[in-house]
C-alpha cells in the first residue's frame, strides 16, 4: 500500500470515527430533552468535541483501530459505546479525542497481542 492510499485510508477512518461520535452525540441529546437531564446534554456535548477533535488522534492509533473494526467486522463501534457507557457522565471531562481513545487503544493492544499469541 502506497503512502497515499494509506493516507487515504485514515482520512476514511477519521471520518467514519467522527460520523458514529455525531450519532452517539445525537443519542444522547435526544435522551436529555426526554429525561431534561442537562447532564445527558453535557455528555453529548462533549461527545461532540471529541468527535470534532479527532485530528488530535495519531495517524498509527487510526490504523489500529481502524484493523480491528476491519478484523472484528464492526468491533469498534462496540468497544465505543462501550466506553461511552462506562464513563457516563465523566465524558465533560475529557479535553480531546485523544484523551478519550487512550483507553480504547490499550484495550486494543491487549486483544492484538492476545490474538498473536493465540496464532502462534
Known amino acids: 500500500m502506497t503512502d497515499a492510499e494509506q493516507s487515504a485510508m485514515i482520512e476514511v477512518e477519521r471520518n467514519a470515527l467522527g ?14 430533552v426526554a429525561a431534561s437531564d442537562a447532564r445527558l446534554m453535557a455528555a453529548a456535548d462533549a461527545i461532540t468535541r471529541i468527535a470534532e477533535t479527532l485530528d488530535q488522534v495519531s495517524d498509527q492509533v487510526l490504523r489500529k483501530l481502524s484493523s480491528v473494526n476491519i478484523t472484528s467486522e464492526g ?30 487503544e490499550a484495550t486494543v493492544d491487549k486483544v492484538l497481542k492476545g490474538a498473536r499469541l493465540h496464532m502462534h
Not at 460520523?19 to 436529555?32: G, K, N, Q, T
Request: proline share 5%; charged share 15%.
Open 75 to 104: 468491533g469498534l463501534s462496540a468497544l465505543i459505546a462501550a466506553r461511552l457507557s462506562q464513563v457516563g457522565f465523566a465524558l465533560p471531562l475529557y479535553g480531546d479525542a485523544s484523551e478519550f481513545f487512550a483507553p480504547i
Open 19 to 32: 460520523a458514529m461520535l455525531v450519532l452517539f452525540a445525537s443519542a444522547r441529546e435526544i435522551e436529555a
